[in-house]
């Protein structure tokens, strides 16, 4: 058996198929020099061998082979079930131990973190934004083999088995490797591409640990550089009071616009290192970031494909528009189908423009079905924004008021590059 935890800064770690691509350009960019967490990268094959210790093997086949639905669906409960509650294999749990000890006395008692890195996810096509799981914040040994567990299991939850039939993915196929990384005291994180539609870059902050700005609950600061790393445009996001289903007592309250996460010369500094990955990746890339007291470091970096605009038919130009953060691909047009919560996906018909609050990617399994999405909060590198640059879908974030603006039911045009929405006044 080959070694089932490895440092991040080892050779072995930019392995893909053992680390999954995730971990695997994490490695190549810590070996290039650029600053990131460190920590440790789990095996695949630790994910695997728990598996064959619990005798699943065959339950795994079975989900996508069953021709019954509930059956595929009791399989994929057995999976979830014994991964989470069934005890580690002794040959797996003393090197997940060892390294975590390790970490904890490297980083001083610091939080740590556990994160998926599938071999499916991170791929050109298959994202898998958001679809996996995350755990911060572990500060105990129970936590740590809890978030482990998760992680594993994570592989077989609905969301991740529906996204994985439309890209024609067996669970049984594939394995779940995991990164183990001491928690980055974040004063403020973000994504960024770099490269968009226009040639120029983009970077999203928000204050705090980013998970909000990750599942599109906030509307992010917005900064444009040029291609060559000048800073061309900058902008302060929103935040909220309060966030929840509207038919709560913790609906949305009072907007409230924010002061800048970032000064110049960090933005500058964010593109420099965003466009050495870039270098490093061999393409352009999609990055998620953190900031402590002391730097920016890099958390992920996946490949990034982006469109031409598309440009609009000219009776568009004459009615109302919004403007927002452009998830980067995509022109469509449709019923505007407004909704406030998820309760009331079930509205949203084949073909509709989905205009809603929040853009979290539990969302994602709507995307086959909708011409395009407008939300009020999240901006262009949340987690649905990345599936919907995968998709091709035009999704336009940030766009303030928009549930309340845009007519249910009105013909709605929306520019996923741009970052216009219009409709048509009845």
Known sequence: MPQLVVPLSAPEAADPSRFGPKAANLAALDRAGLRTPGGYCIDAEAYRAQVRALGLESVARGVFSATDSPQARRYALQMKLGLMEQPIASHVLE?????????CASSEGAACVVRSSAL???????????????????QEEA?????????????????????????DLDPASTAMALILQPLVAARVAGGGLSCTA????????????????????VVPDRYVLTGSGDLKESGAGLKYRHMGCVHSAKALRTPMFAVRCLEDHEVVELGRMMKRAEE?????????????????????ARPLVMQAATV???????????????????????????INCECELARVGPGD???TTVAGPALADILPRVSGVVAELGGSTSHLAS????????????????????????????????????????
């Open 280 to 300: 490093v990746i061999g393409q352009a890339v999609e990055i998620e970031w953190a900031a402590d007291a002391r730097s920016f470091k890099l958390l992920q």
């Open 312 to 338: 609009p038919d000219e009776i568009w130009l004459r009615h109302p528009r919004l403007t927002g953060h452009p998830a980067g691909v995509g022109w469509g047009t449709g019923r505007a189908c407004v």
């Open 95 to 103: 090197p997940l131990l060892e390294a975590w000890r390790s970490l």
């Open 120 to 138: 499916v996810e991170d791929r050109r096509g298959s994202s898998f934004a958001g679809q996996f799981e995350t755990y911060l914040g572990l």
């Open 353 to 355: 423009v989905l205009v």
């Open 143 to 167: 936590e740590f083999l809890i978030a482990v567990r998760a992680c594993w299991a994570a592989l077989w939850s609905t969301r991740a088995l529906r996204y994985m039939a439309t890209h």
């Open 387 to 426: 599936l919907a640059r995968e998709r091709g879908v035009p999704m336009v974030l940030g766009v303030f008021e928009a549930t309340q603006r845009i007519p249910d039911g009105a013909q709605v045009a929306v520019d996923g590059v741009a970052g216009i929405v219009r409709w048509m006044k009845a």
């Open 198 to 217: 226009d040639g120029e870059m983009l970077i999203n902050a928000t204050r705090g640990l980013g998970g909000s700005l990750a599942q599109g609950e």
